[in-house]
């Protein structure tokens, strides 16, 4: 089974500085990686993903994730953040080979707060 | 425009009465997602359906029931038998059950009981 350790469950960043979350996974096989936003009260917004190809992804927002294999981690970054970056961030993964519809593992979220 | 939609945002239930939650998409996805949010949780997933009339429990489904009879709902039924019902349910669909793609997710019901 896999799961996702997201490291940090509040990051407080001043505005226009740059922000780093992080994301751990632990599978036995190749996965698909999600990075979600969740603003309060609201539902989750994608905001990139990986499956193959080039291990850095960008988002919408400004924000992009590199994706490292050898260290399990797809760790999500923008340079400068806003004020409206303020939410909570979700990482999830997904089995590559899974051929269920219950493939999604979300980690248990990063609190983002920028201050002004 | 496409989306998930759930009813109501807010819904507030005395202990030992069921409740009823909406789920509604317009996306013409297979498969349909119930998640339970707590606070410094996460998602945990509650019952997932991939084609109509089939679904199947997820990792806290007791307590809870749901139906699939048309593609575009999918309601989940918050029984007596939930211990601790309070909480904020997320609904998601996803193009198809096997494939790669990303779940999309409704705004949410926070459902409080008394």
């Known amino acids: 089974a896999q799961s996702v350790t997201q490291l940090d469950s509040q990051v407080p960043v001043f505005e226009e500085a740059p922000v780093e979350l992080r994301c751990n996974y632990s599978?036995?096989?190749?996965?698909?990686l999600f990075w979600y936003v969740q603003y309060p009260n609201q539902g989750l917004q994608l905001l990139l993903k990986?499956?193959?190809?080039?291990?850095l992804v960008k988002g919408i927002n400004g924000f992009e994730a590199e994706f490292n294999k050898s260290q399990t981690s797809f760790h999500l970054r923008k340079p400068s953040v806003h004020i409206s970056d303020t939410a909570e961030y979700f990482c999830a993964v997904s089995l590559f080979s899974s051929g269920s519809a219950r493939q999604l593992t979300f980690g248990s979220g990063t609190q983002l707060t920028v201050l002004p | 425009d496409g989306g998930i939609t759930q009813s109501p945002k807010y819904l507030f239930r005395k202990e030992g009465q069921n409740v009823t939650l909406s789920c509604e998409q317009n996306?013409?996805?297979?498969?349909m997602y119930w998640y339970r949010q707590d606070p410094g949780q996460g998602l945990r997933l509650i019952y997932y359906?991939?084609?109509?009339?089939?679904?199947q429990k997820g990792d806290i489904a007791e307590g809870y029931s749901v139906s699939r009879e048309k593609k575009e709902s999918f309601p989940l039924t918050v029984t007596s038998a939930q211990k601790n019902p309070t909480a904020f349910y997320l609904c998601?669909?996803?193009?198809?059950?096997?494939?790669?793609?990303?779940?999309?997710f409704g705004p949410g019901t926070r459902l409080t009981v008394t």
């Open positions: 990986y499956l193959s190809g080039s291990t």
């Open positions: 359906s991939q084609i109509v009339n089939d679904f």
């Open positions: 996306l013409n996805h297979d498969a």
């Open positions: 998601a669909s996803k193009r198809d059950g096997q494939g790669p793609y990303e779940q999309y």
């Open positions: 599978s036995s096989v190749s996965v698909y």
